[in-house]
């Protein structure tokens, strides 16, 4: 007896399995994602953020104003230019109450000051060789530090003259103080403290800022505890446009909060509820699936087209209508064969 | 099959019925933890942090007075510089090199007391925008063009009497706004209409949402300040300050109020909401694709060959079962159709 290969029917199984398989795996995934240990910080991370913001802040407005000191002083030698050009003499009288403590023009030849207004010129702070660009440095004059700014008189590549200010550093003071009044530094790239405000001259803990390329910037926060009361540290460095933003000065500031993060289970158990609710419903979803739509579908197929099924076929819904159909079409048939093989008989 | 008086029982959908019940349920719990967190996990925003946005907001009004202030010192050495030296080119060079090496203005003019244009550099400026005056002043023009037109003036004194004028440009004015931090910074006139923002903005147009306005007129009157404020079910936190100086001759009426919506604030449930929002967004994209598939594949053929089913039953033998897939449900459809045949033959 030779038996043919019959062709395998495709069920209408995969929708079911597949969905089955993939909430499955949504629900334990969610789970096992959401309960994750999270990681707590001692002070919430919006505070921490505004530290930054903050801090940020103070930089950026540090940077401005050094950076606007530094373009007034291209105004004011473009007045000493064209006075020297008519006078030879530079007009410095009318700058006098300006922002800079010490503002005299300096003959690059012979390092000289050819005039001056204010506290007595220091050109010894700008060292050798004298610088040819516009900029500023930080100097130590007498026992203070003072940020030296300087642009050539006329053109660079030409001048003979360079006119200098020294900036006082606590004129950045009130910048600082948006940064946290209890204690904000201005430091240059090791760790030495320009000017600051509030209490101590020194950084928590000899805090050094990241170091940062010329142009980058640098800025964070972090959590520390200091004794029974916690601080947040913050820090940023000068960012905007050059040359404020190539020095490598930041600002830190040093501030206790009182927004303390208490770590709870909460998260975890939400997690967990949502997970199980989720796990629940697709038990009794696919379960009813398979009971009332797949079962039947399979029972059907058993009944469709047999003489005389071995099975019963399903009763109810959709498929006990198209079953019914069935049963009733073969009963049909029988009687009308009985009835031919009566009438034969006749 | 059935004579006129054996109807066909109706029969109960099981299958349609079960199919939409589990993808309302699934779609239902979607959109539960989808939403449901963003009411229930509802924390207070640190007052710390209200007051530092504060703080940053006085600040780039402070550094905005600075700006507009420092204009007029600007202004004021090119006036020393005029008054002093007497070369008739001085005021055109001094002028020339303002515009260059001050990029904040968008021209510069020296004008006589009667209005003449002795000097200028740069674009025109209309010298009579800012009223006469023996002090540094500060002008705002009125409300017109597509941008907000801003002046600054000082007089010169001497032998060579006059005004210098120059204006800012709008992006001098808008530079500062960023010390706000965060959020979108406006710059308002005294009408309380937009001149500048952090974020895209029109010229000149009204606040249209009132706690801005309110914050606005609480700046004018009250001075600094910040508040929480709910717009449209979400927290936002508005802070505000005046543009203010002791001189009254560079009071402008201006106003900077910074409105920052809490879903940029990284309060501690945000990450668990936005995680729960993701996991809702899922939830609803499986339902519609696993449920659509069962719907082609299963649910509607399962409903058609019901109703042919029912129809052949009732002795409509007329309409062809179509057979339209390769799988269990086509094979039930070929029978049908077999059943169908055999009565149309026996007829």
Not at chain 1, 160 to 185: C, I, M
Not at chain 1, 225 to 232: I, K
Not at chain 1, 294 to 301: E, G, K, N, T
Not at chain 2, 159 to 174: D, M, Y
């Amino acid at each position: 007896m030779s038996r043919t290969r019959v062709p395998r029917v495709p069920g209408v199984l995969a929708p079911w399995l597949v969905g089955l398989i993939l909430f499955s795996l949504l629900a334990g995934g969610a789970t096992a994602y959401l309960a994750r240990p999270r990681d707590v910080s001692p002070v919430p991370q919006s505070v921490l953020d505004a530290r930054r913001e903050s801090t940020t802040a103070a930089a950026q407005a540090v940077t401005r104003s050094l950076n606007g000191g530094l373009s007034s002083m291209a105004e004011v030698a473009t007045v000493v230019d064209e006075s020297l050009k008519q006078r030879n003499r530079a007009l410095l009288l009318p700058f006098r109450a300006r922002i800079w403590k010490s503002l005299y023009v300096l003959d690059q030849t012979t390092r000289t000051v050819v005039a001056q207004v204010g506290e007595a010129a220091q050109p010894a702070v700008l060292g050798e060789p004298l610088p040819k660009e516009a900029g500023m440095k930080i100097a130590q004059v007498g026992t203070t530090h003072q940020i030296v700014q300087y642009t050539p008189v006329g053109k660079p590549a030409e001048a003979k003259y360079l006119l200098v200010g020294h900036y006082d550093p606590n004129r950045l003071s009130d910048l600082l103080t948006v940064a946290g009044a209890e204690g904000t530094w201005l430091v240059d790239r090791s760790g030495s403290v320009i000017v600051g405000v509030g209490t101590g001259t020194q950084l928590p803990q000899g805090f050094v800022p990241p170091a940062t390329d010329p142009g980058e910037n640098a800025a964070g926060s972090q959590a520390q505890r200091n004794g029974d009361r916690m601080d947040v540290l913050a820090w940023a460095s000068l960012t905007g446009r050059a040359p404020s933003n190539g020095l490598g000065w930041s600002v830190v500031s040093n501030k206790p909060v009182t927004d303390v993060a208490v770590a709870t289970d909460d998260s975890r158990r939400r997690a967990v509820t949502v997970g199980r609710v989720l796990a629940v419903l697709v038990v009794v979803v696919f379960a009813a699936l398979f009971l009332f739509v797949q079962r039947p579908i399979r029972q059907l197929r058993k009944v469709s087209g047999e003489p005389d099924p071995a099975v019963p076929g399903p009763k109810y819904g959709e498929a006990g209508r198209v079953a019914r159909t069935f049963a009733q079409a073969r009963t049909s048939k029988a009687d009308q064969q009985a009835d031919e093989e009566l009438a034969e008989h006749r | 099959m059935t004579t006129p008086e054996q109807r066909p029982r109706r029969y109960f959908p099981i299958a349609l019925a079960v199919w939409a019940l589990g993808a309302t349920a699934f779609l239902g719990l979607g959109a539960a933890v989808a939403t449901a967190p963003s009411s229930w996990l509802v924390e207070d925003i640190p007052q710390s942090v209200v007051t530092e946005q504060q703080t940053r907001t006085a600040l780039a009004a402070r550094q905005l007075q600075r700006a507009l202030d420092s204009g007029a010192s600007d202004l004021n050495a090119v006036a020393a510089g005029i008054r002093t030296l007497n070369d008739v080119d001085t005021p055109s060079r001094l002028l020339t090199q303002l515009v260059a090496t001050r990029t904040r203005y968008r021209g510069a003019a020296y004008v006589s007391p009667s209005g003449v244009v002795l000097a200028k550099a740069g674009e025109d400026v209309d010298a009579g925008a800012v009223a006469a005056s023996d002090k540094p002043a500060l002008a705002a023009a009125a409300p017109q063009g597509v941008s907000p037109r801003v002046f600054v003036a000082v007089p010169v004194t001497g032998e060579r009497a006059g005004r210098i004028v120059a204006e800012f440009k709008p992006q001098s004015l808008i530079s500062p706004l960023a010390l706000a931090g965060p959020g979108n910074t406006r710059l308002l006139n005294a009408d309380r209409l937009v001149i500048g923002a952090t974020s895209g903005f029109t010229a000149f147009e009204p606040l249209t949402r009132p706690d801005l306005d309110q914050a606005a007129q609480s700046a004018r009157t009250a001075g600094a300040g910040a508040a929480l404020h709910d717009v449209d079910g979400r927290r936002h936190l508005v802070s505000w300050a005046p543009v203010a100086t002791a001189e009254q001759t560079r009071q402008l009426g201006l106003v900077v109020v910074t409105d920052r919506p809490e879903t940029s604030l990284t309060l501690p449930h945000s990450s668990e909401r936005n995680e729960l929002v993701l996991l809702g967004v899922l939830i609803a994209t499986f339902t519609v694709v696993i449920f659509g598939w069962l719907y082609v594949v299963v649910i509607s053929p399962l409903w058609a060959l019901a109703r042919d089913a029912a129809r052949i039953a009732g002795g409509d033998t007329s309409a062809p079962v179509i057979v339209r897939r390769y799988d269990h449900l086509g094979l039930v459809a070929r029978d049908l159709e077999r059943v169908r045949r055999g009565l149309t033959g026996r007829i």
